[in-house]
Structure formats: C-alpha cells, structure tokens
C-alpha cells in the first residue's frame, strides 16, 4: 500500500512469517531485548530508569553511549549504584543474559547476531551511529520482542533505528523531551516514527515494566483470517479503517494486517481482538496510529545503492540526451517521507550538470499519507543521512541547519508532492520514469495487478520502472525488459490497451472492483453494433474535420474528412502534428493550442485563405480544450469554413476584398518569424557567455565545495568529541558527587571521632587537618600548604619529623606512644598513602588520648602487687578484672586457661554449680548475690581450701564499687598463717574445722 515504502528488507519478504526465525537451541536467549540510546545528559535519565525498574523482569537491557576511546569509561560503576541487577561492559561474541545490563564499550560499534553481542573497531573519521547500528541489528534479529528506548542527547543518533524497530513489530518509547537535559535525540526520533509512549525517565521505567511483566497476547496472526474469531473484528477494523482514512486495507495481505494489529494490541494490553475492535471504534487517535501502523515509512536515501548506480549509468544519462523542450516527467508513488524523490531528483541534477544541459525536470512524488508528505515537503532531514549520502552531494544539495539537512531549492522545486493512491486513482501520463519500490508486497495478488497496470498505463514509450527487490511483474513480464538480472529496474517495449477498461475510482468502490478481489478477471468490453459506423456518418456530413492532440502535440484522433487538413508526406511516419498541418496553418495551429493550453477556453483564429483546386477555399482553426479527459492537456483542432456573408460583412466586395487582410497576415507571420531567428541567433550566443561563466563559477564552487566539505568534516568530528566529552563530565560529575558524599562522611566521622588528625604530602607540606589537632601543634585555618616542620608542637616526640619520613620512604606504619606537655599520653599513629601522581605517597598523622589506657595500666599493676586474689565482677557476676595473685592461684588450682575464673567468667554462675555440693559455696554465692542487689553493704566468710601437701584457710571479702555502673569486688585472703599462730581459732573466735 502506499506510504509502507521501503519498509525494511528481511521483515517484508518474510511477511507472512508470524514469528521471528528465532535459532531453537540449548542457551539461546529468546526473551525480550530492551535497547537504550542516550547521549548528552543521558547519565541522569539512565539513573531514573534503572532506579524505577524491578531486577526480575526477564529482559536483556542494553545501553548504547557516544563513549570517548580516549577515556575509560566509569558507566559499569555509576549504574550499578542504582540497579540491583548486575551491569557489566559487553565483550566481542558475549551472549546477552536476562536480567542483566550491557554496557557498550568505549571506542566499538556493537551489534547482536543471533544472541552474541558482536563488536567492532569505531571509525576514526566521519560521523558514527552506534545507536542506529544496533536498534537496526536489533530489529532483523529479534523483530517484535525488541524494544527500542531513546534518552536525552544531541544530534539525531537513534532516529533510522526506531524506524526499523517499527518495521520489525518493535516497541519504541522516547523520553519526553520538556524532561530531558538535551532534547535533540528525543525530538529527532519522535519525529522519525510513531512512538508507543513518551514520558519522563520515572514514567518510561514504569511503562517498561508493566510491558515486560505482562503476557504476550500470543497467537492472533496464527489464526486464519478466515476463521470466524478472527474475520468478523477483522472485517469491522477494515470498515473502520476505511470510513475514517478512505483506504481500503482489505487489499492488504491479512498477515501483515494482524501482525501490526497484533503490535497494537501488547502496546494497549488488549487480550483479544475483539477488545481492541470495540477500543478503536471508540478511539479516533487510535485510528490514526493503526493507519500509520500499516503505513510504516521505512525509507532512506539511495537505498540499494547498486539499483541507483543502475539509473545514474544506464537510465538517467539516456533521459538527459533525449530531453525535449517540454522536459523529463517522473512519477515516485508511494514515496513517504521523500528521500526516494530526492535521490533520484539528484541524479537527473548531476546528469544534467555533467551534459551541459538544461531541461525541466518534474518529479510527481506521491503517497496516501498526508503527515508524510508535510515531512517530505518541508525537505528536513536528520544528520543521520549524513551516513547516506556522500560528503560531496550533502555540500551540493543541502544546506547543514542546527543539526539538521536542509535541502537546496534547486532540488526542492524539481518535485511536485501530491495525495495519490496507486490502487484507487487514476495514474499520471507520460511519465519517463516510473517508481514504487517496497509496497506492493504488501498488497494481495489483484491489488498487485491493479497498480502495475495503473504505472504501466502511466509511461511514455521506452519508458522504465523501478519496483523493490522482493517484488516481480506477474503477467506484465512480457511487456517489459529488465536492464540486468535482480536489479528490478525494466525497460516498457509495448503498451497494454486493456488497461483502459480499469475502473478508477477504486476497487473499494465498485462492483468490479469485487470480481477483482474475489481473484477473477475483469469483464471485457462488449461492443455494440452501429455505434461506430453511425458516429463515422455524423462526422463526415454534419461535423468539421477535426483532430485530437495531446500536450506534446502527438496526433491521438483523426474525426471526418482531414485531406485538406493534413498532409503525410515521404519518409518516417510521424504523429507530430506541426509535421502534418500546411504551411499556412502551422504558426496559427501552434499559437491557438498555446492559448488552449494557457488559457484553458476555446480559441478561434482570423479567416484563412488556402487553396482548393484552382481556387481558394476561406477557413477557420477552432481549438477546444477537452474537459473531463482523464489526460490533462488534450485538445481538439477543428477546420471551419468561412460563410460568404462573413467575409463580405469584413470586406464589402466578396473575397477580392478579403485578400489583402489575408496576405498582409501571412507577411507578418514571416515578420515574426524572421525576428524570433533573430532573436534565437542572440540567445544563442548569450547562452554561450553564459555557459563560459558558468563553468568558471562552478570550477569556483568546487573549490568552495572541497573546503566546506573539509570544515563539514571537522564540523561533525568536533560534534562527535563534544558529546564523547559530555559524557565523561556526566560520568566524571557523578564521580564528584560521590566523592563529595564521601569527603562529607568523612568530615563527620572526624567531627565525632574528635581525633586530632594532621595530612601532610611528600614534601611534607600540610594538606588538610582537623580542629582537635590545633592544640598539639598550634594550626589554625589557612595553614594548609606550609610544611609542618614550620610549626612547634605540646608533644615529647623529637623524633616526630625523622619518623614522618621514613613513614614516607619505606610505606610502613608507625606508631609511638608519646606524652605531652601537660602530661597527657597519647597514641601516636603514622599511616601513610596513595597520592595523585604515580609512585608519590601521602601520610595521616593521627594522635589517639590514652590517658584512661594509662590509668587502667596503672590500676592493673597497683592490684597485681598486692598479695590477695582479687577481682571485680559486674552487676550480673561477670569477671571484669582480676590480679596477678588470682591468676596464679586459678593456674595453681586446676584453672590455667581461665574459663570459670578468668575476666569474662561469670563468679556468681561458678559459686551457684558448686554451691550444689559445698555448703561454703553456698553460702559465698549468697553473699556475693545481696552485696549485687544492695541488700548488704559487705559479705565476709571464712573458708578451708586445702591443698594436697596442706591444709589452708581463706577469708573472703566482697564490697560493693559505688558507681553508676555498679559491681563489686572480691577479694580472698590467705589466713592459713594466722590460723595456725591462732592455735586453730578464726578470725570470729570460731575453731577452725579441717
């Protein structure tokens, strides 16, 4: 159908396929493939997005950059701050993962084959598109499971691919450009297609997801379309279709319909085809995105660039040397967005330039859908076509406009941009060149025939025909001659008359227009008797003679009596009617068709005298423009006679009279003719001036041409850096802000810590410090870069600086316990650290307060020199601390590890396990729990503890700590001794038992 021109090569030929030819193999990834472009300011939005989409969706995500090669890339790092999948940098041949992100690496071009990434080398010069590259790839290999994401950017990167991601079945969403840091990208690729959603980054992530978690509504294009679920939505979205855009996609095949109906419908999340019948009735937008859903313009510049060089060096130059004064006529149907049009516009400009010629070129380019031919007209295209088309012609016949091809109004006013169905109106005339490349694949087989008659009908003799690679003649072969195998350019040897029984108005229209569907043939004219002899015996008595002509002033009719009229003389037959008329008659003729032609009403000459035997016959030519004809530019020229009474009523006294008027015409007529000779030698010769200037002002524009190609070229590669440098200020910007984060941690951390804390460099110049630290060494705020030798310091370390060097030299830690001034200890620690630059090192001087260290050092040994087993016990009974004396007698005493009566141990546990069987036990857990629960201020007991080689008796004495944090201490006293001087008796009077 018209407007699905050049849709992309392996989805039409296989457009009968309902799936994609998927490789069925162990490990072959055969989900979905999402696809993101973004450039310039794309780091943001990419955050977005990952930050909002779940890590379980099943999809393959693939980010495709403008990356430096002269940078590493720091993507892999920043993203996966903000996905929980995991993100790493494609590798040549990886195999794409679901659930995971693939970074394209900096300096490659990336496409998938099959499901393996493949990488390449990017170009040094000239513009690169690694976004369209892979939505391209992406599109021949996954077809309708990939999705295609287009993010912030400049440029128009990502613009081709959406295209063929459409062509494909594919999905594609743009992020709206009012929320985008750069909205180049975005604008660019909403213009190119139709997009399925635009949003903001957040929004995009969240249509992504109900995409992707949502089943697919599998098997509508498996169905028959004559099945009864399917044929009556069907037949109703056709009505539909038909009543709001007058096109009948009934002519369409019925798997290429269902299949974009298909795509539609997993857009919408419509679960039948019903559903989406009532939705699209009730919808007119949607209406319209389901008709450019099947008028998809996958289209570019030369494309099949051998068929091209085909035209440039068999077809065109043959044109260009025929080329009559009323010029070259070319008709390119179904010509969407006109890139087509315009590449064969500047074929026949080159043609023209390399003839030295100059003859007008009218190339009617049409097609059904309007907003493509609004594009087509404006003649603005992205700086993607710089990929397209050559340096030289981009210089010659476009103009670079913010980012975007503009092209020449030399080439613009060569084409003439109309609303046209192939298969429904009637087709052009005359035309030297015919093309419809890439849509009629899409048609059923009548339709087919239809519109290849219409473009037959549409050619002048030895005219050629330019049809897509997958598309054939059918029974018109024998009517044309291809200009080389597979080229699907031909050559037109003979006419088809029949054509002219087509109905025009439109199969949709007409009831032969059902026979045609139905796959029969057209019914044949039947004649009716007497007509023509009846029509021949009006004409001979009652009418002038007259003749039909075209605009070429071709001989088309001959009606009654034409002997005086024309004249056929020896030699080639001709039907140039200048060549037939008399003499006498060819400047009148010609002038009258003129005035036909221009004016549009009938014109009627001044009597003629010619002669008529042996006398003069007086007659007068009548051209009559023919309306209503399906040719414009049809004429008819009739010879009248001149009653007598005219001629006396001009001149009293018969035809002697009206002779002189009659030859004084025919001497101004040669008058005229001998001055337009006149005026033809000097036009002659100015065009000669003119032509000399001419080639010294183009050899001038070479010149300009070659240095505004050079500065174009330097122009796109400075482009090309710009936005490689943007991306790694965005990378490089997100890595300052972290580190900003980090330094503000630190800072912090510092702040609580209340560490003094001093950096110095290698020459030992102060880098940074903290506020605790201006007492030790008498800083304040400004000091930093002076060298810290420059500064005395409250510390007993004359070895500070001697240390802080070899720290430096050796990278070895240093720590020193020092005292200050005021007596205070600290713990004195040298770090040393990677610098900037390779192979220096930095050092941090910390100095940690150990004076409550020292004071548990001084209160260990004061109770380890006293001679009781002491130790102190928390709330609860643990061992906190114990001496030197309670150690030794655990070590004496079948403990030497510690593990009941060590620090850690819990005392009050220890006496309730033994108090089951000693009754001294007992009675020591008892005590040692009141003194804990403040229900006695002391406990004392006195107890034997025997060794083997004697008996010993002991005095143990637990105190409570009076502190918040409670406790208490518990102390036992060796009074064998006392004991034993005692004559058995205990401290209490008591006898003591052994």
Same mark, same amino acid.
């Given at each position: 159908?018209?407007?699905?021109?050049?849709?992309?090569?392996?989805?039409?030929?296989?457009?009968?396929?309902?799936?994609?030819?998927?490789?069925? !193999?162990?490990?072959?990834?055969?989900?979905?493939?999402?696809?993101?472009?973004?450039?310039?300011?794309?780091?943001?939005?990419?955050?977005?997005?990952?930050?909002?989409?779940?890590?379980?969706?099943?999809?393959?995500?693939?980010?495709?950059?403008?990356? +430096?090669?002269?940078?590493?890339?720091?993507?892999?790092?920043?993203?996966?701050?903000?996905?929980?999948?995991?993100?790493?940098?494609?590798?040549?041949?990886?195999?794409?993962?679901?659930?995971?992100?693939?970074?394209?690496?900096?300096?490659?071009? =990336?496409?998938?084959?099959?499901?393996?990434?493949?990488?390449?080398?990017?170009?040094?010069?000239?513009?690169?598109?690694?976004?369209?590259?892979?939505?391209?790839?992406?599109?021949?290999?996954?077809?309708?499971?990939?999705?295609?994401?287009?993010?912030?950017?400049?440029?128009?990167?990502?613009?081709?691919?959406?295209?063929?991601?459409?062509?494909?079945?594919?999905?594609?969403?743009?992020?709206?450009?009012?929320?985008?840091?750069?909205?180049?990208?975005?604008?660019?690729?909403?213009?190119?297609?139709?997009?399925?959603? =635009?949003?903001?980054?957040?929004?995009?992530?969240?249509? @992504? *997801?109900?995409?992707?978690?949502?089943?697919?509504?599998?098997?509508?294009?498996?169905?028959?379309?004559?099945?009864?679920?399917?044929?009556?939505?069907?037949?109703?979205?056709?009505?539909?279709?038909?009543?709001?855009?007058?096109?009948?996609?009934?002519?369409?095949?019925?798997?290429?319909?269902?299949?974009?109906?298909?795509?539609?419908?997993?857009?919408?999340?419509?679960?039948?085809?019903?559903?989406?019948?009532?939705?699209?009735?009730?919808?007119?937008?949607?209406?319209?995105?389901?008709?450019?859903?099947?008028?998809?313009?996958?289209?570019?510049?030369?494309?099949?660039?051998?068929?091209?060089?085909?035209?440039?060096?068999?077809?065109?130059?043959?044109?260009?040397?025929?080329?009559?004064?009323?010029?070259?006529?070319?008709?390119?149907?179904?010509?969407?967005?006109?890139?087509?049009?315009?590449?064969?516009?500047?074929?026949?400009?080159?043609?023209?330039?390399?003839?030295?010629?100059?003859?007008?070129?009218?190339?009617?380019?049409?097609?059904?859908?309007?907003?493509?031919?609004?594009?087509?007209?404006?003649?603005?295209?992205?700086?993607?076509?710089?990929?397209?088309?050559?340096?030289?012609?981009?210089?010659?016949?476009?103009?670079?406009?913010?980012?975007?091809?503009?092209?020449?109004?030399?080439?613009?006013?060569?084409?003439?941009?109309?609303?046209?169905?192939?298969?429904?109106?009637?087709?052009?005339?005359?035309?030297?060149?015919?093309?419809?490349?890439?849509?009629?694949?899409?048609?059923?087989?009548?339709?087919?025939?239809?519109?290849?008659?219409?473009?037959?009908?549409?050619?002048?003799?030895?005219?050629?025909?330019? @049809?897509?690679?997958?598309?054939? @003649?059918?029974?018109?072969?024998?009517?044309?001659?291809?200009?080389?195998?597979?080229?699907?350019?031909?050559?037109?040897?003979?006419?088809?008359?029949?054509?002219?029984?087509?109905?025009?108005?439109?199969?949709?229209?007409?009831?032969?227009?059902?026979?045609?569907?139905?796959?029969?043939?057209?019914?044949?004219?039947?004649?009716?008797?007497?007509?023509?002899?009846?029509?021949?015996?009006?004409?001979?008595?009652?009418?002038?003679?007259?003749?039909?002509?075209?605009?070429?002033?071709?001989?088309?009719?001959?009606?009654?009596?034409?002997?005086?009229? $024309?004249?056929? *003389?020896?030699?080639?037959?001709?039907?140039?009617?200048?060549?037939?008329?008399?003499?006498?008659?060819?400047?009148?003729?010609? =002038?009258?068709?003129?005035?036909?032609?221009?004016?549009?009403?009938?014109?009627?000459?001044?009597?003629?005298?010619?002669?008529?035997?042996?006398?003069?016959?007086?007659?007068?030519?009548?051209?009559?423009?023919?309306?209503?004809?399906?040719?414009?530019?049809?004429?008819?020229?009739?010879?009248?006679?001149?009653?007598?009474?005219? +001629?006396?009523?001009?001149?009293?006294?018969?035809?002697?009279?009206?002779?002189?008027?009659?030859?004084?015409?025919?001497?101004?007529?040669?008058?005229?003719?001998?001055?337009?000779?006149?005026?033809?030698?000097?036009?002659?010769?100015?065009?000669?001036?003119?032509?000399?200037?001419?080639?010294?002002?183009?050899?001038?524009?070479?010149?300009?041409?070659?240095?505004?190609?050079?500065?174009?070229?330097?122009?796109?590669?400075?482009?090309?850096?710009?936005?490689?440098?943007?991306?790694?200020?965005?990378?490089?910007?997100?890595?300052?802000?972290?580190?900003?984060?980090?330094?503000?941690?630190?800072?912090?951390?510092?702040?609580?810590?209340?560490?003094?804390?001093?950096?110095?460099?290698?020459?030992?110049?102060? *880098?940074?410090?903290?506020?605790?630290?201006?007492?030790?060494?008498?800083?304040?705020?400004?000091?930093?870069?002076?060298?810290?030798?420059?500064?005395? !310091?409250?510390?007993?370390?004359? +070895?500070?600086?001697?240390?802080?060097?070899?720290?430096?030299?050796?990278? +070895?830690?240093?720590?020193?316990?020092?005292?200050?001034?005021?007596?205070?200890?600290? $713990?004195?620690?040298?770090?040393?650290?990677?610098?900037?630059?390779?192979?220096?090192?930095?050092?941090? =001087?910390?100095?940690?307060?150990?004076?409550?260290?020292?004071?548990?050092?001084?209160?260990?040994?004061?109770?380890?020199?006293?001679?009781?087993?002491?130790?102190?016990?928390?709330?609860?009974?643990?061992?906190?601390?114990?001496?030197?004396?309670?150690?030794?007698?655990?070590?004496?005493?079948?403990?030497?590890?510690?593990?009941?009566?060590?620090?850690?141990?819990?005392?009050?546990?220890?006496?309730?396990?033994?108090?089951?069987?000693?009754?001294?036990?007992?009675?020591?857990?008892?005590?040692?729990?009141?003194?804990?629960?403040?229900?006695?201020?002391?406990?004392?007991?006195?107890?034997?503890?025997?060794?083997?080689?004697?008996?010993?008796?002991?005095?143990?004495?637990?105190?409570?700590?009076?502190?918040?944090?409670?406790?208490?201490?518990?102390?036992?006293?060796?009074?064998?001794?006392?004991?034993?001087?005692?004559?058995?008796?205990?401290?209490?009077?008591?006898?003591?038992?052994?």
């Amino acid at each position: 159908m018209a407007g699905n021109t050049q849709e992309h090569t392996p989805v039409l030929t296989a457009a009968d396929a309902a799936e994609p030819l998927l490789p069925e !193999h162990a490990g072959f990834f055969a989900g979905r493939v999402v696809a993101i472009g973004a450039s310039a300011g794309g780091l943001d939005a990419l955050a977005r997005v990952f930050k909002a989409l779940p890590p379980d969706t099943g999809a393959a995500f693939v980010v495709i950059q403008h990356l +430096s090669p002269d940078h590493k890339s720091m993507m892999a790092d920043l993203l996966g701050r903000y996905t929980e999948m995991p993100v790493c940098v494609a590798e040549h041949d990886m195999a794409l993962a679901p659930n995971r992100v693939h970074l394209i690496p900096p300096g490659k071009m =990336m496409r998938v084959a099959g499901d393996r990434l493949q990488l390449a080398p990017k170009p040094e010069h000239g513009l690169t598109l690694p976004i369209d590259t892979f939505f391209s790839s992406l599109a021949e290999q996954f077809a309708d499971r990939a999705i295609a994401v287009v993010l912030s950017g400049t440029g128009s990167d990502g613009s081709r691919g959406v295209q063929e991601i459409n062509a494909a079945g594919g999905v594609f969403y743009v992020q709206d450009p009012a929320t985008a840091k750069f909205d180049g990208m975005p604008l660019s690729a909403s213009h190119a297609a139709q997009y399925d959603f =635009m949003g903001s980054a957040e929004a995009l992530a969240a249509q @992504l *997801t109900t995409q992707l978690v949502t089943p697919r509504a599998e098997g509508t294009r498996h169905l028959s379309p004559h099945a009864p679920a399917v044929a009556q939505p069907l037949d109703t979205i056709h009505e539909i279709l038909l009543h709001s855009s007058g096109i009948d996609f009934r002519q369409y095949k019925p798997t290429t319909v269902l299949r974009r109906i298909e795509r539609r419908m997993q857009v919408l999340h419509c679960p039948s085809l019903v559903e989406y019948r009532e939705r699209l009735a009730g919808s007119p937008d949607e209406q319209v995105l389901l008709r450019r859903e099947l008028l998809i313009p996958v289209t570019r510049f030369f494309r099949d660039a051998e068929v091209y060089d085909l035209l440039a060096e068999q077809v065109i130059p043959d044109l260009v040397t025929r080329a009559g004064h009323e010029g070259i006529r070319a008709w390119v149907s179904c010509c969407a967005t006109g890139e087509e049009a315009y590449s064969i516009a500047i074929l026949f400009a080159e043609a023209f330039r390399k003839a030295g010629r100059t003859r007008p070129v009218k190339i009617f380019a049409t097609d059904v859908e309007q907003q493509y031919l609004d594009h087509a007209a404006a003649g603005l295209y992205p700086e993607t076509i710089a990929a397209e088309i050559s340096p030289e012609r981009l210089a010659q016949f476009f103009i670079e406009r913010q980012g975007r091809y503009q092209v020449q109004p030399e080439l613009r006013q060569m084409i003439i941009f109309a609303r046209h169905n192939v298969i429904a109106d009637p087709p052009f005339t005359r035309m030297n060149l015919v093309s419809c490349r890439n849509a009629l694949i899409y048609m059923e087989p009548p339709a087919q025939e239809s519109a290849l008659r219409r473009l037959q009908y549409a050619m002048a003799p030895g005219a050629h025909l330019m @049809l897509g690679p997958s598309e054939s @003649l059918g029974d018109l072969h024998r009517d044309f001659q291809a200009l080389k195998s597979r080229s699907k350019v031909y050559r037109l040897l003979r006419r088809d008359r029949s054509v002219a029984t087509i109905d025009m108005r439109g199969l949709h229209q007409s009831r032969l227009g059902e026979t045609v569907r139905r796959g029969g043939t057209l019914p044949p004219m039947m004649p009716r008797p007497g007509n023509d002899g009846a029509l021949a015996l009006l004409m001979q008595h009652y009418a002038p003679p007259s003749v039909v002509v075209s605009e070429a002033r071709q001989l088309m009719r001959v009606y009654g009596d034409t002997r005086h009229l $024309l004249q056929f *003389t020896e030699g080639q037959a001709t039907l140039d009617l200048m060549k037939l008329l008399p003499r006498d008659l060819v400047p009148v003729a010609s =002038m009258l068709l003129q005035a036909v032609t221009s004016d549009g009403a009938p014109q009627r000459s001044a009597p003629i005298r010619l002669p008529d035997g042996d006398g003069w016959r007086r007659v007068q030519l009548v051209a009559r423009p023919l309306d209503g004809s399906d040719d414009g530019g049809f004429a008819m020229l009739s010879l009248e006679d001149v009653p007598d009474h005219e +001629s006396g009523a001009a001149a009293p006294g018969g035809a002697s009279a009206a002779e002189p008027a009659d030859d004084r015409y025919l001497r101004r007529i040669e008058e005229l003719e001998r001055d337009l000779a006149v005026m033809h030698d000097n036009l002659q010769a100015t065009i000669e001036e003119l032509e000399t200037s001419n080639e010294e002002l183009q050899a001038t524009n070479e010149e300009l041409m070659a240095s505004n190609e050079e500065l174009q070229s330097t122009n796109e590669e400075l482009q090309s850096v710009n936005e490689e440098l943007y991306t790694v200020n965005s990378e490089y910007q997100e890595k300052v802000d972290v580190l900003n984060s980090v330094n503000a941690d630190l800072e912090n951390v510092s702040k609580a810590a209340a560490i003094p804390t001093i950096f110095v460099d290698e020459e030992l110049r102060l *880098t940074r410090f903290t506020p605790e630290a201006t007492p030790l060494f008498h800083l304040r705020q400004g000091d930093e870069g002076r060298s810290i030798e420059d500064f005395a !310091h409250r510390l007993d370390y004359p +070895s500070l600086f001697a240390d802080l060097r070899l720290t430096l030299e050796r990278g +070895s830690v240093t720590e020193r316990e020092v005292r200050s001034r005021n007596g205070q200890w600290w $713990l004195a620690r040298i770090q040393p650290y990677p610098g900037r630059s390779p192979g220096a090192s930095r050092a941090v =001087m910390t100095f940690v307060n150990i004076d409550s260290v020292k004071d548990s050092q001084r209160l260990q040994a004061v109770i380890d020199s006293l001679p009781q087993h002491v130790a102190v016990v928390d709330t609860h009974g643990a061992i906190t601390l114990v001496n030197e004396a309670w150690r030794r007698f655990a070590t004496e005493n079948g403990d030497p590890a510690e593990r009941s009566t060590g620090p850690g141990a819990n005392y009050l546990r220890t006496c309730a396990e033994s108090a089951l069987t000693e009754a001294d036990a007992r009675r020591a857990h008892e005590g040692l729990r009141a003194v804990l629960d403040g229900r006695l201020p002391m406990f004392q007991m006195h107890y034997p503890c025997h060794a083997p080689d004697r008996q010993r008796w002991f005095l143990m004495y637990v105190a409570p700590i009076g502190q918040a944090a409670g406790g208490a201490v518990v102390s036992h006293v060796d009074i064998s001794e006392w004991v034993r001087l005692s004559g058995g008796s205990l401290p209490d009077g008591s006898k003591a038992v052994s």
